[in-house]
């Protein structure tokens, strides 16, 4: 810290920041689309719904709350679709649950768990629980200079280095977009991302994340092979409920390592 002329000291935003990531993390918000996904966290962290979530009457999110050890831990899912009844799946509801929830419980750390297509070409199996090193989308395509850069969103995830040789987790890059096949033309951007995982939400997760500085972690269950000769949703369905379960212990493990740590632990 340095004094300036005035006899007032000047806080760098590096000296803020060093001061936040030294405070013990304390709220946790998850963010997971599908509820099927988040069930066995909720019963594991023992994890009340809150029937007077801070969110607007109108929203069918679902805000799931409780305290595990000394950390405070939501999970927000997006809910059913008030029309068809199907989980609200891709980045629209996941940027406005991002957002609302980074309003009303201001978390120390945001979680995007869930599952996603793995590339075998880029050493992903089915039941692999990746931590995601970067994000970026692939269905944005805008050939016009500087807005193409803008399209592609590519951001860091929140450098866990110490988490990631704790637990022995596999890291790869996740490209995002609003549909679970994949055309041509995704394949190519994908190809680009450098992707082993894709989803349909953690570009927007951590899109959302960044304006507001919330540091953000993503893990991703693998369900399905892009790359290999299954159908993806038939894959996906069939392997629904065993990757839920492995990316449940992946999570306990995380949340346990990150229990009594500082953001610069992890
Ligand atoms: N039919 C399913 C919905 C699946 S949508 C149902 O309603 O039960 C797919 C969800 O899983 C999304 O939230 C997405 O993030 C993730 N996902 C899994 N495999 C994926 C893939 N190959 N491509 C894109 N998203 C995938």
Redesign the pocket.
Known sequence: MAANGDGFSEVSMEDLMGQVEKRQISTIVFII??Q??AQLMINRFRLVKDINSPFPKEVTWVLFNGMYKDLNISIVCPGKDSTLG??S??TVP?SLVTYASIVAMKPDLIINA?????FKAKGASIADVYIVSSVAFHDRRIPVPGLDLYGVGMRKAFPTPNLIKDLNLKVGRLS??D????PPHDKESITANDAT??????AAVVYVADIFKVPTILL?G???I?DGNRP??E???EN?AAVTAKLDESVAKVIDFINGKCLSDL
Do not use: H, N, P, R
């Open positions: 689309a599908m099927k996904e199907v989980d799946v891709g996941a869930g599952t996603a297509g793995g995002t977009g549909s679970m096949d994949m995982v894709k989803d349909m939400e953690g991703k693998v369900t399905d892009v993806t949703s894959e996906f369905l629904l």
